[in-house]
């Protein structure tokens, strides 16, 4: 019977056993009894994608040092590296024959924006934008643009020349000003024209002197320019020579002529001949583009982009020093006038050759 006894036994563990996982089975949720989250209970929050920032490239003619052209967009770039969060890479003083190999290293290693200094930049992108249809091209200093994937970035220099111009003929008294552009392009001879225009839009009676010199860099030259202008009575003397501008206030300083500083405030250049500066950002204008498309306020697009006084790339600084006195606050406060005018539309001068058709600012 103890085999009985035994067996009885460990049918009884099992009967228990059995009894227990069916216990737990009935503990178990199934897919039935699995019930929804109350309406209005905490939920895990979906997980929203942040989009990467741009990354961005920039090829310069000329180098980061030059206290001009070239260093305004380097500065360019490292605001659109601070306030975007881009990463960034540069070249500088590249050769225009080796102007494509360049672009092509950057468009390959997928920078999203590839920015060509310089209108002499267009061709190298033109080249290489068939092959990188997802990166976006833009030319500086340019109102040229190719689709899909190359846009122009102009600064308004027609206003930087006209508020150069108003200023000059502010403060002239022998009634000669002299304008000197680099190279014959489109965006000096934007300057130069402008100039001519602002001085006829104060007094139409002021005689402008204006000469190309046709380069960029050759500082003696544009000194050389400059000179001459002031032996034919000029006392104020309006350049757009990029890095050769020196060569201008070089000759102010010498001849005890007034320089209109541009690019950036030429103030420290020579603090007794220079009143005021135009500046002309290019660094505002790259990174008002850049943070425009990504933020959706601006539509890429293969077109031509414009920007000007209303966007702060162009505007008048403030007199320093001696110039604080010297240039009248009445004098300069018509040239700050004369700016919120162009930054507001009242005053239209694109295109425009006839000052008398010009609204009035008093």
Request: glycine residues 10%; aromatic residues 8%; proline residues 4%.
């Amino acid at each position: 019977m103890r085999t009985f006894a035994a067996k009885g036994k460990f049918i009884s563990v099992i009967l228990v056993l059995m009894l227990l996982l069916l216990s737990f089975a009935g503990c178990t949720p199934t897919e039935e009894a699995v019930e929804e989250p109350a309406e209005g209970s905490e939920t895990e929050e979906p997980v929203v994608e942040v989009a990467e920032p741009p990354s961005v490239g920039l090829v310069l003619v000329g180098s980061i040092n030059d206290g001009g052209w070239n260093a305004s967009a380097y500065n360019g770039l490292q605001i659109i590296e601070q306030e975007v969060g881009s990463d960034v890479v540069f070249a500088e003083n590249v050769k225009l024959s080796d102007m494509v190999d360049v672009m092509h290293t950057f468009a390959s290693q997928e920078y999203d924006y590839v920015f060509g200094h310089g209108f002499e930049t267009f061709d190298a992108a033109l080249t290489v934008s068939a092959d990188y249809p997802d990166t976006r091209f833009v030319i500086t200093s340019s109102d040229q643009a190719h689709a899909p994937n190359i846009a122009g970035l102009a600064v308004a220099n027609g206003q930087q020349g006209f508020l150069a111009g108003v200023v000059a003929a502010k403060l002239t008294e022998t009634k000669v000003v002299g304008v000197i552009g680099g190279m014959n392009i489109p965006s000096i001879a934007d300057f130069v024209e402008g100039a001519k225009l602002g001085v006829a839009y104060v007094d139409p009676s002021i005689k402008v002197l204006e000469t190309y010199t046709g380069s960029f860099d050759d500082v003696a030259m544009a000194k050389e320019v400059a000179m001459s202008m002031v032996d034919a009575g000029a006392d104020v003397l309006c350049p757009d020579v990029s890095q050769a501008d020196l060569g201008v206030y070089e000759a102010a300083k010498e001849t005890g002529a007034m320089a209109i500083g541009a690019i950036g405030d030429m103030y420290e250049r020579a603090p007794e001949n220079i009143p005021t500066s135009i500046t002309m950002s290019i660094s505002l204008a790259m990174s008002a583009l850049i943070e425009g498309i990504e933020d959706g306020s601006m539509e890429w697009g293969a077109k031509a982009y414009e920007m000007g006084v209303v966007q702060d790339v162009i505007s008048i600084v403030e007199p320093k020093g001696i110039w604080v006195e010297k240039f009248s606050s009445e004098d300069f406060d018509y040239c700050k006038r004369v700016e919120a005018a162009l930054g507001d539309g009242t005053l239209m001068i694109k295109d425009v050759s006839d000052v008398s058709t010009l609204p009035v600012v008093e």
